[in-house]
């Protein structure tokens, strides 16, 4: 390949894929702004960021899922401009994606996921013979012990991303991209997993590997990018680089002022404590308030008979206080909340108490009276009653409010309530009989806010909050949990964004594979800690 | 979205016009006072049972049972009556809780092992079509004994005396529109924003038109037929459940976002099952009165009615996924069916004919409803 006059001039001639000042914006956002970045022949380079910070966009680029045309900058394959249209176009020129979410299709076997829509034929027909021998024969190349006859849906998640690999090598794939391969993996079948990259490499296979693990990232790379907030900001040589480097290129931005000054049931009592005798710093600790919602060595499994997810998490909130929690994809975050207000597991063991009385058969529709209120993650797709109007929507939780017996709905009594919220709340739309599903992200939001809100809860669940908007309509958002709890509710925030986690949180607990990995107080926190105390360093554990 | 609604609800009307034309050139019979009061009381039976099938196919569900468990429902009650002797009003009564019972545990089944209801409807069909056939082990029964009237017989043979139609309309325009005026007075008192008055009082004129000459049009014949007052008090509960209680906003929600209903707090389970119950009831009213309206319960009673009444709430502009849909398109829809069905019948069009027509409508409306998801 390098024999090509072409791919000399301007690039070293190991060079198989680079990216050039690439920039892709969706509305209100700019996903990657000018990153540049190259992969050479046989080397295993390792995307490393916050969650946000652009690697899932840069791969879908690369990959031909966000088409040629709908960024600025240039793909260049062994110094060639290329255009990809397609997934197709960037898998003919040797570019395999492996992501989560797995390619394969469980009820078929293994040798014809292998060689899914490109099965070996005899006339029409499809040649399983030559089709079982040779996929055989791949996974003997692998090292891989699986009959190819088997379904997919029989083997454990690890071997299933062997056999996307196994695919994608058989299709001549030069580059491999590898997003997360490790998440959901064992610590053995990590070491498999590892063995078989480092044996492509030796094979001049590239690979991009992309991952949350920086010990797997210092055990496999030759080279290190960071991005942050969509740019690659330096590329590094794994044999001269320290965790504690990469970490600090991670987080490394100032904290901004977007973060209102907020009132806080504890702040005046920190205040205090520098100057008032201990003796009456008893009486004025916000402790003496009950806590609203708390938790004690609460297990979780995901369904009936597995083992639990979540693990012996205890935490509290009182009333006026912001909790935070932080850590990284899959850690839990989104299944803790969605378990607190009953939609999510199986609880394995632990209590937990909201407003001191215990909550044990928790649903959403109980939670809601308890007092204990989600706004979730995914708007579209848990939120939002989409083909329905904006006041449908915030008044969908709390319709008890305007039912008069029997149980007729008091509908102006309904429409001012939604208009109320529609005005504080500034929904950008003309009325509240617009369309939910035609609005932007940050006033779905604002939708999704909104419907919690009218419930009248004690306790508010905020998933990502800020996720997808845009800084003005964040801003409003970080004022609004400002007036929740200047209101004396509790508010307890997830969210991938740090500088936001640290901004707005009294008290920030990081979760690290279903645990706590940390738990920090306003004054201790530091992008660096709770960045550790997420990755809860393999070494540690 | 606007402009598509706009156009459909006028499409809705002219195709009306448009068979009711075609059917009239064809046949003058079909205008006349006997066929179209005929046609009323087809159009109450096929409307009562849309009405039922409307409120599952908002929450994104199907019910294809109804048609069996209408000549199920006719069948006990029929058999009950002639076989057994028992006073009508008893009879129905019973008949009616089977159907309410039948129709709950079928809810439950549907949510409780979250099977879709495509599949346990069907299978109600079957077990239903069978149980009907057991229950009048394949002969005909008539609803009343030795020609005499009761309550069963009397449902698609009694007509109001005219000047009890005439007063009746006025009654209800009359309380039609005080609650108008009332939530107009209501929705101003909070500054909330109301149709304007030109159109408003056009509505009305043609309120006050249509019910008054419908009357005037069956008191012609014989009268106005008492399941117009059936299909009347039903279509106002449905009315009433899906636009003025939280059941029916659920119903809306759930079928528009079943998860986001759930994690609303809404009660999802719960609805459903009231759906299939209230199913339930509309099979049990339109059962008794296609039944009466045979004069007797046969095997072929309520055959392939599922798809009359799926094909009604789908012309009416219901969303077979969910989540869209109103009381006043399925009534339109029904009629639409209706006056195809009848005046089918009216011209002796073969049964082969008449299948393949009714399929056509069925496929045209769902085509219809795949566009205007686009």
């Known amino acids: ?541 | 979205m606007k402009a598509r609604v706009s156009f459909q609800n006028l499409a809705m009307p002219l195709a009306l016009i448009g068979i009711g034309a075609f059917f009239a050139l064809q046949e003058p019979a079909f205008l006349g006072s006997r066929n179209l009061t005929q046609l009323i009381v087809e159009f109450s039976i096929i409307g009562t049972l849309a009405l039922g099938m409307f409120m599952i196919l908002l929450t994104g569900q199907i019910d294809l049972s109804v048609g069996s468990g209408v000549g199920l429902v006719g069948g006990i009650a029929a058999v009950l009556v002639f076989q057994q002797g028992w006073p009508a009003p008893a009879a129905l009564l019973a008949a009616f809780a089977a159907a309410v019972i039948l129709w709950t545990l079928m809810g439950t089944l549907v949510v409780r092992q979250r099977i879709p209801s495509f599949i346990i409807t069907l299978g109600g069909l079957l077990i239903f079509k069978g149980l009907f056939w057991l229950v009048i082990q394949n002969s005909t029964i008539p609803v009343s004994r030795g020609d005499q009237d009761n309550l069963y017989s009397l449902l698609t043979t009694y007509y109001l005396p005219g000047s009890i139609g005439r007063a009746l309309a006025v009654g209800i325009i009359a309380a039609l529109g005080v609650l108008a005026w009332r939530s107009r007075a209501a929705r101003r008192a909070h500054g909330l924003p109301v149709r304007p008055a030109g159109r408003e009082s056009a509505r009305w004129v043609a309120l006050v038109v249509g019910v008054i000459g419908l009357v005037e049009v069956c008191n012609q014949f014989r009268g106005v037929p008492l399941t117009l007052l059936i299909l009347a008090a039903t279509a106002g509960a449905v009315y009433f459940l899906t636009r003025h209680t939280p059941f029916g906003r659920y119903l809306y929600a759930i079928g528009g976002n079943e998860e986001a209903a759930a994690l609303s707090g809404i009660p999802v389970n719960r609805v459903l099952i009231g759906a299939y119950l209230l199913m339930g009831i509309a099979v049990a009213l339109t059962g008794f009165m296609t039944t009466a309206y045979s004069g007797s319960s046969t095997t072929t009673v309520g055959d392939l009615m599922e798809l009359d009444a799926i094909a009604a709430c789908v012309i009416g502009g219901t969303a077979l996924r969910g989540g869209r849909g109103s009381v006043g398109g399925v009534i339109f829809g029904a009629l639409i069916m209706t006056a195809l069905l009848n005046g089918m019948t009216l011209l002796a069009v073969s049964p082969e004919i008449k299948f393949i027509a009714r399929g056509g409508v069925l496929t045209l409306a769902v085509w219809m409803d795949v566009k205007l998801r686009k």
């Not at chain 1, 649903?363 to 706004?375: D, E, K, N, Y």
């Not at chain 1, 970080?478 to 307890?492: F, K, M, S, W």
Request: hydrophobic letters at 40%.
């Open chain 1, 1 to 541: 390949m390098s024999a090509d006059p072409q791919s000399a001039i301007g690039n070293r001639p190991s060079e198989i894929l680079s990216a050039h000042a690439l920039t892709k914006r969706f509305p209100g956002v700019v996903a990657l702004s000018g990153v540049a970045f190259d992969l050479r022949a046989g080397e295993i380079h390792a995307l490393c960021g916050e969650n946000g910070a652009g690697k899932s966009t840069l791969i879908k680029l690369l990959a031909g899922i966000h088409p040629h045309g709908s960024y600025e900058g240039e793909l260049r394959v062994e110094g060639r401009p290329v255009a990809f249209q397609s997934i197709r176009d960037a898998e003919a020129a040797g570019i395999a994606v492996i992501t989560q979410e797995f390619a394969l299709i469980d009820e078929l076997s293994v040798a014809e996921n292998i060689f899914l829509g490109r099965a070996p034929r005899r006339g029409w027909r499809v040649d399983w013979l030559e089709m079982h021998r040779r996929a055989a024969a791949l996974l003997a190349d692998f090292g891989l012990s699986i009959p190819p006859e088997v379904p997919v849906r029989t083997l454990g998640i690890g071997q299933k991303q062997l056999i996307e690999i196994v695919r994608a090598m058989d299709k001549h794939s030069r580059v491999l991209v590898l997003d997360e391969p490790t998440a959901a993996l064992t610590g053995q079948e990590v070491v498999v997993l590892l063995d078989h990259l480092r044996r492509l490499r030796a094979q001049g296979t590239a690979c991009i590997y992309i991952s949350h693990k920086l010990d797997e990232v210092f055990a496999l790379a030759d080279r290190i990018t960071v991005l942050r907030d969509g740019a690659s900001i330096v590329t590094l040589d794994r044999a001269s680089a320290t965790v504690g480097a990469v970490i600090k290129h991670m987080v490394g931005r100032e904290i901004t002022d977007l973060f209102p000054k907020r009132w806080s049931a504890l702040s005046p009592t920190r205040f205090q404590d520098e100057r008032t005798p201990s003796s009456q710093r008893l009486e004025d600790k916000p402790l003496h308030l009950e806590p609203l919602l708390a938790v004690h060595a609460l297990n979780v499994a995901r369904a009936h008979g597995e083992p639990p997810f979540l693990r012996d998490l205890s935490f509290e909130v009182r009333p006026g206080e912001v909790l935070g929690f932080g850590g990284l994809m899959g850690a839990g975050r989104t299944e803790l909340l969605m378990h607190l207000f009953g939609a999510w597991g199986r609880r394995t063991g632990g209590t937990v108490l909201v407003r001191g009385a215990a909550y044990d058969d928790a649903s959403p529709r109980t939670s809601i009276t308890r007092g204990l209120v989600l706004a979730t993650e995914d708007r579209r797709r848990y939120g939002l009653v989409l083909p329905q109007s904006i006041g449908f929507n915030l008044s969908l939780s709390s319709l008890a409010q305007f039912t008069r017996p029997p149980a007729r709905l008091d509908q102006p009594a309904e429409h001012r309530r939604n208009q109320q919220l529609f005005d504080a709340l500034r929904i950008k739309a003309p009325d509240q009989d617009a369309r939910a599903g035609g609005l932007s992200g940050g006033n779905q939001q604002k939708v999704v806010l909104g419907k919690a809100l009218m419930t009248e809860p004690a306790v508010v669940m905020l998933d990502e909050p800020t996720r997808g908007i845009d800084v003005g309509a964040k801003l409003e958002v970080y004022e609004l949990v400002n007036q929740l709890t200047r209101d004396g509710r509790a508010v307890i925030l997830v969210s991938s964004e740090l500088p936001e986690l640290m901004g707005m949180s009294d008290r920030i607990i990081m979760l690290s594979h279903g645990r706590i990995g940390g738990e920090f107080t306003r004054g201790e926190f530091s992008p660096e800690k709770l960045l550790a105390a997420a990755m809860g360093r393999r070494e540690a554990a």
